[in-house]
T-cell receptor
Framework: AQSVTQPDIHITVSEGASLELRCNYS??????LFWYVQSPGQGLQLLLK??????LVQGIKGFEAEFKRSQSSFNLRKPSVHWSDAAEYFC????????????FGKGTTLSVSS | EPEVTQTPSHQVTQMGQEVILRCVPI?????FYWYRQILGQKVEFLVS????????KSEIFDDQFSVERPDGSNFTLKIRSTKLEDSAMYFC?????????????FGPGTRLLVL
């Protein structure tokens, strides 16, 4: 079955500390992987995506993610978290073919403490 | 930067009523989608639309749901007879196809409450 697992429902980090949000996927075809962020009352904003090539991808707001095929993982990282990063983060997997569904994880809520 | 827009932002309706949720996709995009997120649950795919046809739909997208592109800019989701369990945030998304890489861009959502 195709699925995305985000094992951490809620994470709290101190401002300035590093962050890693975990994502594991199960997908029958070549996976295209995405991280989206949702701030309260807002829609889903694309942070970064992986299609092929370099397994370390850079995104907006200083985020990066690393694709590890052997571990079926696509973890999101940020070296130094800012208070404005507090939001819900969703990992998603999709297929190469346009018009197909993205499969989302349940999301990880990030809180930032001062 | 072009954005997907959705109206209304919030809608409250009575069970059994019809609702139409509206979306304006990014202007040069060709593929359109609806997703929903029930409170506390994951974002779920409903339907995708291309060239005036449904491209793919999920089990959720039953006969109560329909989609339409009534003109060159709008993309609508209609729920014919709403149920309590239709209460959710509904997201519209659109994408183009750059090379072979598709990225879906999401709107801010419409929060639907069925009473």
């Amino acid at each position: 079955a195709q699925s995305v697992t985000q094992p951490d429902i809620h994470i709290t980090v101190s401002e300035g500390a590093s962050l890693e949000l975990r994502c594991n996927y199960s997908y029958g075809a070549t996976p295209y992987l995405f991280w989206y962020v949702q701030s309260p009352g807002q829609g889903l904003q694309l942070l970064l995506k992986y299609f092929s090539g370099d397994t370390l991808v850079q995104g907006i707001k200083g985020f990066e993610a690393e694709f590890k095929r052997s571990q079926s993982s696509f973890n999101l990282r940020k070296p130094s978290v800012h208070w404005s990063d507090a939001a819900e983060y969703f990992c998603a997997v999709g297929a190469i073919q346009a018009g197909t569904a993205l499969i989302f994880g349940k999301g990880t809520t990030l809180s930032v403490s001062s | 930067e072009p954005e997907v827009t959705q109206t209304p932002s919030h809608q409250v309706t009575q069970m059994g009523q019809e609702v139409i949720l509206r979306c304006v996709p990014i202007s040069n995009h060709l593929y359109f989608y609806w997703y929903r997120q029930i409170l506390g649950q994951k974002v779920e795919f409903l339907v995708s639309f291309y060239n005036n046809e449904i491209s793919e739909k999920s089990e959720i997208f039953d006969d109560q749901f329909s989609v339409e592109r009534p003109d060159g800019s709008n993309f609508t989701l209609k729920i014919r007879s709403t149920k309590l369990e239709d209460s959710a945030m509904y997201f519209c998304a659109s994408s183009d196809l750059t090379g072979r890489q598709e990225t879906q861009y999401f709107g801010p959502g419409t929060r639907l409450l069925v009473l």
